[in-house]
T-cell receptor
Framework: DGGITQSPKYLFRKEGQNVTLSCEQN?????MYWYRQDPGQGLRLIYY???????QKGDIAEGYSVSREKKESFPLTVTSAQKNPTAFYLC?????????????????FGAGSRLTVL | SQKIEQNSEALNIQEGKTATLTCNYT??????LQWYRQDPGRGPVFLLL?????KEKRKERLKVTFDTTLKQSLFHITASQPADSATYLC??????????FGAGTRLFVKA
């Protein structure tokens, strides 16, 4: 059963702590993404990776870090430098642009991880 | 700056009626536009995609229109059912890796 698995579903962090959110996919997708979702706002892109050992900053990368050592995995670390980390975090994957249905970049999302700062 | 606007007010309709959701965008020339469904506490799920040179796309009870002159897409659900209740997200992409999402419109279908 192909898909994206995010863990943990819920996470609580104390001020000053780093936390890492896991994202694993078995869809054989080259591209992976991390989005942040806040109430009343659209999804905002944090980081994305086009291929293994490569990643680019999105629109709100400050206070976050990622790695892409394996095609299947794209973990996100929320560092203590992120001033307002409480949010719903979504991981997604896709084929490379041009390879999707009709060349479109269709995203497959995980179930999300909700991070709360205490 | 690039902006996508969806009606922030929830849409309440009666079962069996057609739901129509609006997506407007500015300062953007998308290659295609997508609609996703998101249930509470879950990730979005892809529904439909329409290209810049297409006027209309259908899939079962779903219909999407795309007017690049008005910079607007309409998303219709015909014969709506309570199971259609969810938040619907509009998303734009110019053909690269970055996809920009609207905040979504919440739909409630009453039995």
């Amino acid at each position: 059963d192909g898909g994206i698995t995010q863990s943990p579903k819920y996470l609580f962090r104390k001020e000053g702590q780093n936390v890492t959110l896991s994202c694993e996919q078995n869809l054989n997708h080259d591209a992976m993404y991390w989005y942040r979702q806040d109430p009343g706002q659209g999804l905002r892109l944090i980081y994305y990776s086009q291929i293994v050992n490569d990643f680019q900053k999105g629109d709100i990368a400050e206070g976050y870090s990622v790695s892409r050592e394996k095609k299947e995995s794209f973990p996100l670390t929320v560092t203590s430098a992120q001033k307002n980390p409480t949010a719903f975090y979504l991981c997604a994957s896709s084929l490379r642009p041009g390879q999707g249905p009709g060349g479109a970049n269709v995203l497959t999302f995980g179930a999300g991880s909700r991070l709360t700062v205490l | 700056s690039q902006k996508i606007e969806q009606n922030s007010e929830a849409l309440n309709i009666q079962e069996g009626k057609t739901a129509t959701l609006t997506c407007n965008y500015t300062n953007y020339s998308p290659a295609y536009l997508q609609w996703y469904r998101q249930d509470p506490g879950r990730g979005p799920v892809f529904l439909l995609l329409i290209r810049e040179n297409e006027k209309e796309k259908r899939k079962e009870r779903l219909k999407v229109t795309f007017d690049t002159t008005l910079k607007q897409s309409l998303f219709h659900i015909t014969a709506s059912q309570p199971a259609d209740s969810a938040t619907y997200l509009c998303a734009l992409n110019t053909g690269g890796f970055k996809t920009i999402f609207g905040a979504g419109t919440r739909l409630f279908v009453k039995a």
